[in-house]
């Protein structure tokens, strides 16, 4: 409680930001209406503003975390308003600036403080040795394989040690196979064919499960060679 206490005394800027966003955010959702914030209505809105869509879009996206919105309906958005190719273009954009947003604000708050306020069962300690070690090939197993949500991988990362590039690079390979999955997702269900929907269903299936072979995998692979190594 007291580290809050000095947050707010020693940062309030970077406080009264937070609140106003959310504040605003709430008001606005409440005003406008849920209805308008589905995947159709966001790819018409995006799809009327021509030529500054796209950059909005990607703007959406890296201001996403700040607002808790589900990042899948950005993303069949996105398949929707612009196909699978260019869809998954602009959403790993603006899913890298998000990214990038939760890391920054992390380190910026504080890594030393905040971690000593994270509950025991996370292992933060055990995470952030691994990441100083193999930051990289640690992160980019975690952004594939959905043991964490994305932006609590990014918000952890950015307490940790790991430094910037690799886990620029990692985050943005591993934001790949989501993006491609929803912006095909959303291509998909704008032209209503069950044979590209059994597509999509097959694709997001792969997405998802591929990691986790990989994964186990890895593990395996890190098994043998430890018992070569003491044999």
């Known amino acids: 409680m007291r580290y809050y206490q000095q947050l707010l005394t020693k940062r309030p800027a970077v406080t009264s930001c937070f609140i106003a966003m959310s504040v605003a955010a709430f008001c606005y959702l409440y005003g406008y209406g849920l209805e308008r914030f589905k995947p159709e209505a966001i790819s018409d809105a995006i799809i009327a503003l021509g030529y500054w869509g796209p950059m909005i879009y990607i703007i959406l996206n890296g201001l996403r975390p700040l607002l808790f919105f589900p990042a899948i309906v950005l993303g069949v958005a996105g398949g929707l308003a612009y196909g699978p190719l260019l869809g998954s273009i602009y959403l790993v954009i603006g899913t890298l600036l998000g990214a990038v947003v939760c890391f920054a604000l992390?380190?910026?708050?504080?890594?030393?403080?905040?971690?000593r306020q994270l509950p025991k069962r996370l292992h933060f300690e055990k995470i952030n040795a691994q990441l100083e070690v193999e930051g990289f090939k640690t992160l980019l197993l975690l952004r594939l394989v959905p043991v964490l949500p994305w932006d609590a991988i990014s918000y952890l990362a950015g307490l940790t040690k790991i430094k910037f590039w690799p886990y620029f690079i990692a985050t943005l390979l591993g934001s790949i196979p989501g993006a491609v999955?929803?912006?095909?997702?959303?291509?998909?269900?704008?032209?209503?064919?069950?044979?590209?929907?059994?597509?999509?269903?097959?694709?997001?299936?792969?997405?998802?499960?591929?990691?986790?072979?990989?994964w186990?995998?890895?593990?395996?692979?890190?098994g043998m060679?430890?018992?070569r190594t003491r044999g």
């Open 106 to 115: 992390a380190r910026c708050l504080g890594r030393e403080k905040i971690s």
């Open 181 to 214: 999955a929803f912006c095909y997702l959303g291509n998909v269900l704008s032209r209503s064919m069950l044979t590209s929907l059994w597509g999509a269903v097959i694709l997001v299936l792969v997405v998802s499960l591929l990691p986790q072979v990989v």
């Open 216 to 222: 186990r995998t890895a593990i395996e692979v890190k």
């Open 225 to 227: 060679t430890i018992k």
